[in-house]
C-alpha cells in the first residue's frame, strides 16, 4: 500500500515562493502569529501526525469498517487512539476564536491541515472534518450562550459535529425536508424525523455528538422558504450518557471510505434549540458552504496525491519489455515500466493534477482568509465582497478537482495494471474512496448548475468571469515578449477570450432556450477547470524560470520539475478544453429531443 509521506517541498513552494503567504498573513487581523516559523512547525508536526499515526490507520480501517451493534457505532482500531493524539495537540480549533479554546491563526492553516490529514487517511480527516461545518455555524448563527455551551467543547475536539440536511425523500432538492420541530414551553423545540448519509454521525471518538440539523416549524412556509435550523446534542449538556432521543438507525454500506460512519440518524422527540431566525434554515446553514466545499474540493487534490505516491514507487521498480528507444537497464531482463511513455503519461497527469490542484486550492485560501478577515473586523462588506469572490471558484474547484482527483485515482490502478485491482496494494481502495468526491456536497452537475446558472448568468452577468479571466490577460500581456513564457502566455490570452465569449454565447442562447443552462453546464464547468488549472500552472511555471536565474528555496531539480510538468499539462491535458468548449454551446437538441419512452434498453 502507498506509504504517505507529506509533499511539504510542494506546500512550501506555494507558500513562500508563489503566493508569498508570509506578506499575505500580514494583512490579516488574525495573522500576527502566523509567522513562517510558526507555520514551518504547523506543517512539520502536522506532517509527523499524519505519516507516522493517521496514514498507517487508512488500509487497515478500510478493511475493518465502522461497526453498529446494540446501538452503538464504533470506529476501527488505532481511530479513537490517532484522534485523542491529534485532540490532545490541539490541532480542532487550529483556525477558530481563541475564546472558544481555538488558536485564532487564519483559515488557510485549518485548510492545509486538513489537506495533509485528508492525503493520509480521508475517512479519519471526515471526523474532525465534519465538526468544522457545525463549528462554523454556530460561530456565525448562534447566540453567545450558544456558544459558551457549544462551541468551546467543538474547538478543543472533546465533542464532535455534523451537518443533517439530507433526508430518505430528498437529497439536494431540501425544499421536500420533512422533519418537524415543535416549540416548548422554555423555548426549546421537539424535533422528530429522520437524516441519511449523515458523515460522523454517530462513533465513538467523542464523549459527544452536535449535531446542526434542518427541520420545519408547525406554521412554516412550504418549500425552502420553510426551513429552519437547529442545534440537537446526542446528549444535553450536562446531562452526558442521558438520551435525548438522537439515535443511529443504520450505518450505510458503501462502496468506500468505509472507516466514515455514514450514518441514518433518528430525532424521536429531541430536543433541539433554535439557532438563526426562524425559516432562515438554509441561509444559515450555507453560510460557511464555500469553505465547506474547498474542503470537498480538497479531497480530488488528496487522492491524486496518495495514488501517485503509490504508483511513482511501483512504476520505478517494476520491470516490463524494453524501452522503444534502446535498453535502459542493460543488467536487467526488462526496463523499468516509468521508462515506457503510456506510463509516463499516466504519472505526469497525476503529478499535474496533484500539483495543479494544490495550487488552485492555496490560492482560493486566501480569498476565505480575507473573507474571515470581513467578520473579524465587523465589515460585512468586505465579507461578501471577498465571499462573492470566493463563491464563483467553489464550483469550479468542487466539481473539476473532483472530476480530475477521480481519474488520478484510476491511474494509480492502470499503473499498477492487474496489481491495482487486488486489494493488498492498496490502489483500488483509493479509487473507491475518491469515487464519493463527486457525489456528496452537491454532484457534479449541481456544482455545473451553480457555476453556469447562479453565479455566471444569474448573478453577475458573466462579471465574474471578467474579473477572474483578467489575471490571465495580465500574465498573457507581461510574458508574451519572454521567450520561456510566450507559450503559455499565448495560450491563456486565448482562454480569457474563448471563456468570455463562451459565456455570452451562452447567455444569449439560453434567453431563448432556457434548457440550454442545463444542457451546457458541465462543459462549460470543465472548460472552466481547465483554463483555470491552466493559469496556476503557467504562474508556477514562471516562478519556477524565475527561481532558477536568481536563486530559490528549493533545488534546481525541483524547478526543473515544475517547468516540465507545466509543459505537459499545457501540450497534453489543456487541449481537452476544446472539446468541452465545443459541447457547451450545441444546441439543446441532441440531448432533450429523445423521448423518455425510447430510453428504454428494450429491443
Given at each position: 500500500m502507498p506509504q504517505y509521506k507529506a509533499p511539504v517541498r510542494d506546500m512550501r513552494f506555494l507558500m513562500n515562493e508563489v503566493f508569498?503567504?508570509?506578506?499575505?498573513?500580514?494583512?490579516?487581523?488574525?495573522?500576527?502569529?502566523?509567522?513562517p516559523d510558526m507555520v514551518e512547525a504547523i506543517i512539520g508536526e502536522m506532517a509527523k501526525l499524519c505519516e507516522n499515526t493517521i496514514g498507517p490507520l487508512y488500509q487497515s480501517g478500510d478493511e475493518e469498517g465502522c461497526k453498529l451493534e446494540n446501538g452503538v457505532v464504533?470506529?476501527?482500531?488505532?481511530?479513537?487512539?490517532?484522534?485523542?493524539?491529534?485532540?490532545?495537540?490541539?490541532?480542532?480549533?487550529?483556525?477558530?476564536?481563541?475564546e472558544y479554546?481555538?488558536?485564532?491563526?487564519?483559515?488557510?492553516?485549518?485548510?492545509?491541515?486538513?489537506?495533509l490529514m485528508g492525503t493520509a487517511n480521508w475517512s479519519f480527516a471526515?471526523?474532525?472534518?465534519?465538526?468544522?461545518g457545525a463549528m462554523n455555524t454556530i460561530l456565525m448563527h448562534g447566540t453567545e450562550d450558544q456558544k459558551q455551551t457549544y462551541l468551546t467543547p467543538l474547538t478543543e475536539g472533546v465533542w464532535g459535529g455534523t451537518m443533517c440536511l439530507t433526508e430518505p425523500q430528498c437529497g439536494t432538492d431540501l425544499g421536500q425536508v420533512k422533519t418537524k420541530a415543535e416549540p416548548l414551553e422554555d423555548g426549546s423545540y421537539k424535533v422528530t424525523g429522520t437524516k441519511i448519509f449523515i458523515s460522523s454521525g454517530d462513533h465513538d471518538l467523542t464523549e459527544n455528538v452536535v449535531h446542526i440539523v434542518l427541520a420545519r416549524l408547525p406554521d412554516a412556509p412550504k418549500g425552502t422558504r420553510g426551513i429552519s435550523l437547529f442545534i440537537i446534542p446526542k446528549?444535553?449538556?450536562?446531562?452526558?450518557?442521558?438520551?435525548?432521543?438522537?439515535?443511529?438507525?443504520?450505518?450505510?454500506?458503501?462502496?468506500?471510505?468505509?472507516?466514515?460512519?455514514?450514518?441514518?440518524?433518528?430525532?424521536?422527540?429531541?430536543?433541539?434549540?433554535?439557532?438563526?431566525?426562524?425559516n432562515q434554515g438554509?441561509?444559515?446553514?450555507?453560510?460557511?458552504?464555500?469553505?465547506?466545499?474547498?474542503?470537498?474540493?480538497?479531497?480530488?487534490?488528496?487522492?491524486?496525491?496518495?495514488?501517485?505516491?503509490?504508483?511513482?514507487?511501483?512504476?520505478?521498480?517494476?520491470k516490463s519489455m524494453r524501452a522503444l528507444s534502446g535498453k535502459k537497464e542493460p543488467e536487467s531482463v526488462a526496463d523499468a515500466i516509468i521508462n515506457h511513455g503510456d506510463v509516463r503519461r499516466m504519472l505526469l497527469t497525476q503529478k499535474a493534477i496533484a500539483e495543479g490542484g494544490r495550487a488552485m486550492l492555496y490560492f482560493t485560501a486566501q480569498y476565505a482568509d480575507n473573507m474571515i478577515s470581513g467578520l473579524l473586523e465587523d465589515d460585512m462588506k468586505k465579507y461578501d465582497h471577498w465571499d462573492d469572490k470566493l463563491g464563483f471558484l467553489t464550483p469550479i474547484l468542487k466539481g473539476f478537482l473532483t472530476e480530475m482527483g477521480l481519474e488520478a485515482a484510476n491511474l494509480g490502478m492502470q499503473v499498477f495494471g492487474g496489481h491495482g485491482y487486488?486489494?493488498?496494494?492498496?490502489?483500488?481502495?483509493?479509487?473507491?474512496?475518491?469515487?464519493?468526491?463527486?457525489l456528496y456536497e452537491g454532484t457534479t452537475g449541481i456544482q455545473a448548475l451553480d457555476l453556469l446558472g447562479r453565479k455566471v448568468l444569474l448573478g453577475s452577468r458573466g462579471k465574474c468571469v471578467r474579473e477572474f479571466s483578467q489575471r490571465l490577460v495580465d500574465f498573457g500581456t507581461k510574458n508574451l515578449t519572454n521567450n520561456k513564457l510566450r507559450p503559455f502566455a499565448w495560450k491563456l490570452l486565448k482562454l480569457a477570450a474563448q471563456w468570455n465569449y463562451l459565456t455570452t454565447r451562452i447567455m444569449l442562447s439560453a434567453a431563448k432556450d432556457r434548457e440550454m443552462v442545463g444542457t451546457a453546464s458541465y462543459d462549460y464547468l470543465m472548460f472552466s477547470g481547465f483554463t483555470t488549472m491552466a493559469y496556476f500552472w503557467a504562474l508556477q511555471a514562471a516562478v519556477a524560470y524565475d527561481k532558477l536565474e536568481n536563486g530559490g528555496n528549493e533545488s534546481k531539480e525541483f524547478y526543473q520539475a515544475k517547468i516540465a510538468t507545466a509543459e505537459?499539462?499545457?501540450?497534453?491535458?489543456?487541449?481537452?478544453?476544446?472539446?468541452?468548449?465545443?459541447?457547451?454551446?450545441?444546441?439543446t437538441k441532441s440531448i432533450m429531443q429523445l423521448p423518455i419512452d425510447l430510453f428504454s434498453s428494450e429491443g
Open positions: 508569498d503567504f508570509e506578506s499575505h498573513y500580514k494583512t490579516l487581523p488574525n495573522g500576527d502569529e502566523a509567522t464504533t470506529t476501527p482500531k488505532g481511530f479513537k487512539e490517532a484522534y485523542s493524539e491529534y485532540v490532545a495537540g490541539g490541532w480542532q480549533g487550529l483556525s477558530h476564536p481563541v479554546g481555538g488558536q485564532g491563526l487564519p483559515m488557510s492553516l485549518g485548510l492545509i491541515k486538513q489537506e471526515m471526523y474532525p472534518g465534519l465538526s468544522l446528549y444535553l449538556p450536562g446531562k452526558i450518557g442521558e438520551s435525548n432521543g438522537v439515535s443511529c438507525g443504520a450505518l450505510e454500506k458503501k462502496m468506500g471510505i468505509k472507516a466514515s460512519a455514514t450514518s441514518v440518524m433518528n430525532f424521536d422527540e429531541a430536543v433541539g434549540f433554535l439557532i438563526g431566525p426562524p438554509l441561509e444559515c446553514m450555507f453560510t460557511f458552504m464555500n469553505s465547506a466545499r474547498i474542503g470537498t474540493a480538497m479531497q480530488g487534490v488528496c487522492h491524486a496525491e496518495l495514488s501517485y505516491q503509490g504508483a511513482l514507487p511501483y512504476a520505478k521498480e517494476r487486488i486489494k493488498e496494494h492498496g490502489m483500488e481502495q483509493i479509487a473507491r474512496d475518491a469515487r464519493i468526491s463527486t505537459f499539462y499545457f501540450e497534453r491535458l489543456l487541449p481537452r478544453a476544446k472539446g468541452h468548449a465545443e459541447g457547451c454551446v450545441k444546441p
